[in-house]
Every structure is written in C-alpha cells, then in structure tokens.
Nanobody, 122 residues
Framework: QVQLVESGGGLVQPGGSLRLSCAAS????????IGWFRQAPGKEREGVSC????????HYQDSVKGRFTISRDNAKNTVYLQMNSLKPEDTAVYYC???????????????WGQGTQVTVSS
C-alpha cells in the first residue's frame, strides 16, 4: 500500500524552528520528486518547496527562501523540511506529495499524506 505520512508539526513561537518529516511506505521515495505544500484556513493550497529525484535540485517559494530547507534521506525513505525563523503567516497544514518532476501546481502531484498542523503564535 502506497502511503505518505507527515509528522513534526506543532505549536511554535515566532522565530522558532520545526522539522517536518515525510515518510513513505510501499514505494521508494528516491524515484520521485517530493513537494511540500501548505494550506491555511480559507486559502488555497500553495507550493512551499520541492526536491527533484534525479539531480536533487531544490526549489522554494519566495516567502520561505533562506528560512526553509528541503532534504531527503534515502536510507530512511524520508524527506524533510527544516523550517527556521518561523512567522505567524507560516501557520497552515503542511502536506507532502509525489510527482515525477518538481512543479508548483498541486494538481500535478499524485500521492498525498494526511498533513501535519504547524501553528506559529506567541
């Protein structure tokens, strides 16, 4: 059974850090590009970051550049999103998803996890 499971979300103060994990089971993540998306209440789902499968290139939304870092650990079949200097506007449910290439369009992605809540508040 193909499954993605996100974890690592929580409540953090502005300026704090969290590391999200996207663990795969039933398939090998290394063959896919993995995207992180987020959706805040009343807003559309938006692309945050993506890491390609082939050359491991990474992509970031402008608002998170310099603060977020995406990486993958093939041995653990897991992709991470390190989030530093968090801001209240980063509050959202964060999802990971698979595709054959990096894209900012959520409709290009196939398998999705259930999401993990990130809340940035004092």
């Amino acid at each position: 059974q193909v499954q993605l499971v996100e974890s690592g979300g929580g409540l953090v103060q502005p300026g704090g850090s969290l590391r999200l994990s996207c663990a795969a089971s039933g398939f090998t993540l290394d063959y896919y590009a993995i995207g992180w998306f987020r959706q805040a209440p009343g807003k559309e789902r938006e692309g945050v970051s993506c890491i390609s499968s082939s050359n491991r290139s990474t992509h970031y939304q402008d608002s998170v550049k310099g603060r977020f870092t995406i990486s993958r650990d093939n041995a653990k079949n897991t992709v991470y999103l390190q989030m530093n200097s968090l801001k209240p506007e980063d509050t959202a449910v964060y999802y990971c998803a698979t595709n054959y290439y990096c894209s900012g369009r959520s409709t290009d992605f196939g398998s999705w996890g259930q999401g993990t809540q990130v809340t940035v508040s004092s």
